[in-house]
C-alpha cells in the first residue's frame, strides 16, 4: 500500500539547505562521465546559431505577435522565452546576490530549462496553486480568455523546512544549481494551498524527486539568466521551440512530424518515419519534415546514455536509413516520468509549441514494466487512445503507428501481418541490449551496421569500467 503524507504548497519552494555567499554565474553542467565515450556528429547542417528573441509578456494578456512558424499556434498564443536579455543580465546577476537561495537538484534545473525555453508555454514558471490544481486534476490549464491549453504534469518546485525558513517572507529568492551557480530568479507569488505527496517505491522519478524532495513548493515567475547549458558535447543539439520554429520555417515546410524515442533507433522506428512521411506526401503535403526528437532528461539507470544515443542517430543518418534532407535531429531535454498516457500528453503538448503539427505515437509511450510485477505499468493501447481525447490537444494531429516487427521470411523490417505471425519476431528493448552487451549480432536488417557498432562499444566500455582490479604482484 502506497504511504500518503501531507504536503503544504507556498508559492514556492527549495531543496536548498545551504546558502552560498558567493555565487557564481556560469554555465550548468549535468555531466554524468567526464567526456562523452563518442565523439558526436555535430549533423552542423541541422543547426544554426541561436538569436535572442524579444522577451514576451503574459501570452494570455499579450497583444504582441507571436513568435511561431505558420504549421501551428503555440498555446497561449506566443512561445515564452524567460532568458533575460544580455544587457540586463549584470544587473539581474548582482540583485540576486542579496536574495535568499534556492539550491536546486540536476531535475530542476531540466525544468527551469523546459520553461525558459517556452516547452511548456504559457507557462512562465514553476507552478502556483490554481495551476497546480488544475494539471494535477484536470491535466490542463485555463486561459483567461476561456480556452484550455494542456498541461498534464505538475511542474513543481519543492523546498524542505529549513529552506522554507531561511526564505521567510521574502519575495523573491535565487535559484542556484547543486554546485552554487546561479541561474535564475523566482519572483514569488502570494498563494498556499494543502497537497498531498505519496511516495511509490520502484518508479523512477518518485525516486529520484518526489521521495527525497521537501513537503513546500514554491511557484512564482521565472527570470533565467543566461541559456541552460550542459557542455556535455552536446548542446548544439538542443534547439529550443523559437529556434525549431525558424528552422520548420527556414525549410518551407508545410508539416512536421514529430517522433521521441528514449531508445536507440532500429529498423523498425525507422519503417514507421518514413512511411508517416510518405503517407503525408499522399495526403498533398510537399514538404513534411521529420523531427527526430529524442527524449534527453533525467531517465532511469538501465535505459541507454543520451550520448551514446545522439552518436547512434548520428550513424543511422550517416547510413542513409533516414534522410538527413528532410530530417531534424534535436534533443528534447525534459526529465522522463515514465508516467504512460498522463505523460504522453505533456511530450505532445510540448512538441506544438516547438512547432510540429504532427505527432506519431506509438504502443505504450511513456511506460515502464511494472516494479514489482510481470507486466506493464500501463495499458499498452491507452497513450494513443488518450490523446485522441486530451483538452487542449485538438489542433494537434495524432498519427498512431502500426506495430513492426522482425519478418524472417523477408529478413528486414515490416509492419506485422497477423496472418503469418509465425514469421515475426518481436525484438524488445531488453532483448536488444542483451545481443549488444554479449557482442551479438541481431539478424540482418534489424539495425544498421554502424548504429549497432555504437551500441556494442558502449557496452564494452561498461565491462572494462565493471571489470575488478587484479592486485597487482611485485617480484622480488
Known amino acids: 500500500m502506497p504511504l500518503t503524507i501531507r504536503l503544504h504548497i507556498t508559492p514556492y519552494n527549495t531543496l536548498n539547505l545551504h546558502t552560498n555567499s558567493k555565487t557564481k554565474f556560469t554555465s550548468y553542467s549535468t555531466r554524468i562521465r567526464p567526456k562523452p565515450i ?16 524579444l522577451g514576451f509578456s ?12 505558420s504549421l501551428i499556434e503555440p498555446d497561449g498564443g506566443a512561445v515564452v522565452d524567460l532568458v533575460l536579455p544580455e544587457s540586463e543580465r549584470g544587473t539581474k546577476a548582482l540583485e540576486a546576490e542579496s536574495m535568499p537561495k534556492v539550491r536546486l537538484t540536476k531535475i530542476d534545473v531540466e525544468w527551469v530549462h523546459m520553461i525558459s525555453e517556452g516547452w511548456a508555454s504559457p507557462l512562465r514558471g514553476f507552478m502556483r496553486e490554481n495551476e497546480y490544481l488544475q494539471s494535477l486534476h484536470f491535466n490542463s490549464l485555463r486561459m483567461a480568455d476561456g480556452t484550455v491549453v494542456n498541461m498534464s504534469l505538475p511542474i513543481v518546485l519543492a523546498i524542505g523546512d529549513e529552506t522554507k525558513g531561511s526564505i521567510g517572507s521574502s519575495k523573491n529568492v535565487a535559484l542556484v544549481t547543486p554546485d552554487g551557480d546561479l541561474i535564475g530568479i523566482l519572483r514569488r507569488k502570494n498563494s498556499k494551498n494543502v497537497g498531498y505527496k505519496t511516495t511509490a517505491p520502484g518508479l523512477p ?28 558535447g552536446l548542446d548544439h543539439y538542443r534547439l529550443s521551440p523559437q529556434q525549431l520554429r525558424k528552422e520548420f ?64 542517430h548520428s550513424k543511422v543518418l550517416e547510413d542513409g536509413v533516414l534522410d538527413p534532407k528532410t530530417t531534424i535531429v534535436s534533443i528534447f531535454p525534459s526529465p522522463m516520468h515514465y508516467a504512460g498516457p498522463t505523460e504522453v500528453q505533456w511530450h505532445a503538448k510540448a512538441r506544438i509549441n516547438a512547432g510540429a503539427n504532427f505527432y506519431i505515437v506509438g504502443r505504450d509511450p511513456a511506460g515502464m514494466g511494472h516494479p514489482t510485477e510481470m507486466r506493464g505499468l500501463y495499458d499498452p493501447d491507452h497513450g494513443k487512445k488518450v490523446l485522441s481525447m486530451a483538452p487542449g490537444l485538438e489542433k494537434l494531429n495524432i498519427l498512431p503507428f502500426r506495430v513492426a516487427a522482425y519478418d524472417t521470411m ?67
Not at 563518442?38 to 528573441?53: E, Q
Not at 529524442?294 to 550520448?307: E, N, Y
Request: aromatic share 10%; net charge neutral.
Open 38 to 53: 563518442y565523439h558526436s556528429n555535430p549533423l552542423i547542417h541541422y543547426v544554426y546559431n541561436k538569436t535572442k528573441m
Open 58 to 69: 503574459n501570452p494570455v494578456e499579450s497583444s504582441i505577435p507571436s513568435v511561431k512558424s
Open 205 to 232: 522519478y518518485f525516486e529520484e524527486c518526489i521521495t527525497p524532495a521537501g513537503n513546500w513548493l514554491i511557484g512564482g515567475d521565472l527570470e533565467v539568466l543566461k541559456p541552460i547549458k550542459y557542455n556535455d
Open 249 to 312: 520555417d527556414r525549410r518551407q515546410a508545410d508539416a512536421v512530424f514529430a517522433f521521441q524515442l528514449r531508445n536507440p533507433v532500429h529498423n523498425g522506428h525507422a519503417l514507421l518515419m518514413n512511411d508517416t512521411r510518405r503517407r503525408l506526401l499522399e495526403m498533398g503535403y510537399k514538404n513534411p519534415i521529420l523531427l527526430l526528437h529524442p527524449l534527453g532528461g533525467f531517465t532511469k539507470a538501465d535505459d541507454v546514455p543520451l550520448d551514446v544515443r545522439m552518436e547512434q
Open 410 to 476: 523477408a529478413r528486414k523490417m515490416a509492419f506485422f501481418d497477423p496472418s503469418r505471425s509465425q514469421d515475426f519476431l518481436f525484438i524488445s528493448g531488453t532483448k536488444m541490449r542483451t545481443h549488444a552487451r554479449n557482442g551479438e549480432n541481431p539478424p540482418d536488417g534489424f539495425m544498421c551496421p554502424g548504429g549497432w557498432k555504437v551500441l556494442v562499444q558502449y557496452y564494452e566500455s561498461l565491462q572494462v569500467e565493471e571489470a575488478p582490479q587484479k592486485p597487482t604482484v611485485l617480484s622480488t
